[in-house]
């Protein structure tokens, strides 16, 4: 079945303490994102990948670091996440092709964190 | 910077009865998308239907369709026939077209979303 996955699905950590969140592709998809979601803000991208090895910021990539070593995997890292980063978090994925067509993005079943 | 707004924070239909979700949005380019997901209790994300800037004609998807309005910049959402399972957060959503310029970024840019109840 194509999907995407992360993990964990739900999460409650403390003030500094680093934490990963995977997300894991089986479609060879060379595109993939994150958003943050949260009440009355909609989502807001993260970072995003174009391929193994090329990732940039998106709108609100402050205290968030990401990695693309492989295609399938898009980890999203919080080195000292504080509380303001608890959100709901999405993965999203997509065949890409540089942005001059368009493909439907697929989204992970999401990522609930809570810092205290 | 592209813009969308959701002026609806709640709304409640009759089931069987039709809905209509507002959005508006605000670009400077000629060419993208825009989207209707839902996302129910579950917080899946489920597209429910596209719409390509350069089509005149309004997309349709089953009980699904909108009134896209290209010169208003306004891409409502309507729901006939509204059954419960149609209850979920509705989030209006962008996307530029034109690689050259979002350099292959796919963003999607949403609006803040609307509520819709279903009454039995």
């Known amino acids: 079945e194509a999907q995407v996955t992360q993990n964990p699905r739900y999460l409650i950590t403390v003030t500094g303490k680093k934490l990963t969140v995977t997300c894991s592709q089986n479609?060879?998809?060379?595109?993939m994102s994150w958003y943050r979601q949260d009440p009355g803000l909609g989502l807001r991208q993260i970072y995003y990948?174009?391929?193994?090895?090329?990732?940039d910021k998106g709108d609100v990539p402050e205290g968030y670091k990401v990695s693309r070593k492989e295609k399938r995997n898009f980890p999203l890292i919080l080195e000292s996440p504080s509380p303001n980063q608890t959100s709901l978090y999405f993965c999203?994925?997509?065949?890409?092709?540089?942005?001059?067509?368009?493909?439907?993005?697929?989204f992970g079943p999401g990522t609930r964190l809570t810092v205290l | 910077a592209q813009t969308v707004t959701q002026s609806q924070p709640e709304m409640s239909v009759q089931e069987a009865e039709t809905v209509t979700l507002s959005c508006t949005y605000d670009?400077?380019?000629?060419?993208?998308?825009l989207f209707w997901y839902k996302q129910p209790p579950s917080r899946q994300m489920i597209l429910v239907i596209r719409?390509?800037?350069?089509?005149?004609q309004n997309a349709t998807e089953n009980r699904f369709s909108v009134n896209f309005q290209k010169a208003a910049k306004s891409f409502s959402l309507k729901i006939s026939d509204s059954q419960l399972g149609d209850a979920a957060m509705y989030f209006c959503?962008?996307?530029?077209?034109?690689?050259?310029?979002?350099?292959?970024?796919?963003?999607?840019?949403f609006g803040t979303g609307t509520r819709l109840t279903i009454i039995p």
């Open positions: 719409q390509e800037a350069y089509k005149q």
């Open positions: 959503a962008y996307r530029s077209g034109l690689g050259k310029s979002n350099f292959g970024n796919e963003k999607l840019t």
């Open positions: 479609m060879n998809h060379e595109y």
């Open positions: 999203a994925s997509s065949p890409g092709t540089s942005g001059f067509s368009y493909n439907e993005q697929f």
């Open positions: 990948s174009m391929n193994v090895e090329v990732t």
């Open positions: 670009t400077s380019e000629s060419d993208y998308y």
